[in-house]
């Protein structure tokens, strides 16, 4: 019996210590595994590819460095300019289509700001849409894109584009809207940049089309980078349970090397540099993901994904991104379109599936990811047929104890039977007094003599650990839970019981399977257990309500199940 209990004690603090862990591992920004490949920032002169040619007619430190190789044309002569300490602004041009609106802005054609229209900031604020891109302010996010080269001038995210609309919006019956920029070189080489947005959809199209009307062949590469500032998120005043954490920072995906986040503070440490034939260059948050998506290109030359840091000493602003490692070509007189896509908007998995292979892998569900990617599937179509995402944890909790309901029985055939050799027990207690050996053996061999499986009683609990940390992850990433009401006074199933009636319930259901289990012959021990509920109680107050609609509703069906096994086993029991 005491060997039974520790096991609990162990699954029920597996249980917390877990839950603790992961809340760590997202308050810190730290996953529990990283491997990249990274190498130190090279020493070069802002403004400078490696071979001393000058990228851009404006470049600055933030401008990636283009590769070198032996096809690029003699360096041409252009002045580096200083870091801008604000991020420079001129003409905004306005985007709106169903579901976004966003801003570019001429000054190097930046997508600066971008709203969710039907993500609401706040249940209490419906009309307010959720910010996901700003430049404004400390908490800066946005993406940015341009051309590198050497022999000509480059348009970058510091060029002066014009703009031949101030306002675009999505018209009924149109499928997508375009945003033109266009810039022209003093040699000539005309550029155009075009954005394309598209109806029911977060993702966009870029593409840059060079018109070479120099007197030389065109030769250039291509890249795209995200920007964002680490903004340290003030404290509600309720310490770890004052909110849910979540991962902040950014990540890649390569064939090679798979998922990997790459934090802040991996990208101040040093600088990344991954070649690789595809893959995609992310900056996540919580519930919302903007992406970078490197089309193929046509001679199958592969990306550099590369991170920077720019004013470190001041308000670090952190890079990650991609540049193409083979040029361009545009011979005198021809015409050349570069294309690229992002996604910019919520994790939503069926969105994200259509995007790109593994863009899905932003939805971090952690090492239990093979658990809560069936679970959230599960649910996905549970919630079709019963719109309501509350009744879907209802009905996958009955599910999940159905797929169980073998073993769970065993174990409740077996507790039962515990519990009826009480008295058999205390008077074996009473025999042996302090001589616990004599006392052990005694018990197993009534355990033996009765097949009983002294660890039974503990399975319904163990197994229950790997589908309740899964289902955490699930109610934490998947933005589809996000603002998902239940009923009543549950208005966000990924936030926690206002009024902490789900949890003081889940505390109740927890006492009551403890009066239906075999008590422990020690003392110490039966008060341990009988404090058990009060101390889930406490800490199921701050955590997300579906997760603790999910163990009441497992509590409930397990004292059910066990009630009614062990009427069965006292009638069979008073026959004989």
């Known amino acids: 019996m005491d060997f039974q209990r520790l096991i609990l004690f162990g699954a029920l603090g597996m249980v917390l210590l877990l839950l603790w862990q992961a809340w760590l591992e997202h308050e810190s920004g730290q996953p529990s595994a990283i491997a990249t490949s990274t190498q130190p920032a090279q020493s070069v002169s802002p403004g400078l590819t490696q071979s001393g040619a000058a990228t851009s007619a404006t470049a600055t430190d933030d401008v990636p460095q283009a590769p070198t190789t032996r096809q690029q044309p003699e360096p041409g002569d252009t002045t580096a300019v200083p870091v801008n300490q604000t991020l420079p602004s001129a003409q905004r041009v306005v985007v709106e289509t169903d579901i976004v609106r966003a801003e570019i802005d001429t000054n190097g054609g930046d997508l600066r700001y971008l709203e969710l229209l039907t993500y609401p900031v706040a249940i209490d604020q419906p009309d307010e849409p959720f910010v996901l891109l700003n430049d404004s302010g400390a908490d800066l996010f946005l993406i940015q894109d341009g051309l ?206 259509k995007a790109d292979a593994k863009l899905e892998l932003t939805v971090d569900y952690g090492w239990l990811t093979p658990v809560s990617s069936p679970l959230f599937w599960i649910m996905t179509y549970i919630q079709r047929v019963v719109s309501n995402w509350g009744v879907s944890i209802i009905l996958l909790t009955l599910l999940v104890k159905l797929v169980f309901f073998p073993l769970s029985a065993a174990s409740y055939k077996s507790m039962a039977r515990m519990k009826k050799m009480q008295p058999r027990m205390k008077t074996l207690k009473e025999r042996f007094g302090d001589d616990k050996q004599k006392f052990q053996q005694a018990m197993m061999e009534i355990y033996k003599k009765e097949k009983i499986n002294p660890l039974g009683g503990c399975l319904p609990i163990v197994i229950q650990i790997p589908v309740f940390i899964a289902l955490y992850w699930v109610l934490l990433e998947s933005v589809e839970l996000r603002q998902a009401p239940f009923i009543l006074w549950i208005k966000d199933l990924s936030l926690q019981d206002p009024y902490y009636v789900l949890p003081v319930l889940m505390g109740a259901s927890m006492f009551g399977q403890q009066l239906l289990n075999p008590a422990p012959m020690d003392p110490m021990q039966q008060k341990i257990m009988m404090a058990l509920p009060l101390v889930f109680t406490v800490f199921f107050l701050w955590f997300p309500s579906g997760l603790v609609l999910y163990w009441l509703v497992n509590n409930v069906l397990s004292i059910t199940q066990q009630w009614v096994i062990t009427r069965k086993i006292q009638a069979a029991d008073s026959k004989a």
């Open 148 to 353: 590198l080269g050497s022999g000509h001038e480059f348009p970058n995210h510091h060029t002066p584009f014009s703009a031949r609309a101030t306002d675009v919006r999505l018209a009924p019956g149109e499928n997508s809207v375009s945003v033109d920029l266009d810039w022209t070189s003093t040699e000539g080489v005309s550029y155009r940049k075009t954005f394309t947005f598209h109806r029911n959809s977060y993702y966009i199209d870029v593409t840059f089309s060079v018109y070479n009307q120099s007197a030389s062949d065109w030769l250039g590469y291509q890249y795209q980078q995200i920007l964002r500032t680490q903004v340290v998120e003030k404290s509600s005043g309720l310490g770890f349970f004052g909110r849910l954490p979540s991962y902040k920072g950014g990540a890649i995906f390569t064939p090679e090397d798979k998922y990997e986040k790459i934090d802040f503070e991996d990208m101040s440490e040093a600088n990344l540099a991954r070649a690789t034939p595809s893959g995609w260059v992310a900056m996540l948050q919580h519930y919302f993901v903007g992406a970078l998506l490197p089309l193929p290109q046509e001679d199958n030359a592969g990306y550099e994904f590369y991170s920077n840091v720019t004013q470190r000493d001041s308000a670090p602003r952190y890079l990650i991104g991609y540049k193409t490692t083979h040029p361009a070509s545009v011979p005198v007189g021809a015409t050349k379109t570069l294309a690229t896509r992002m996604y910019v908007g919520p994790k939503e998995t069926q969105r994200l599936i």
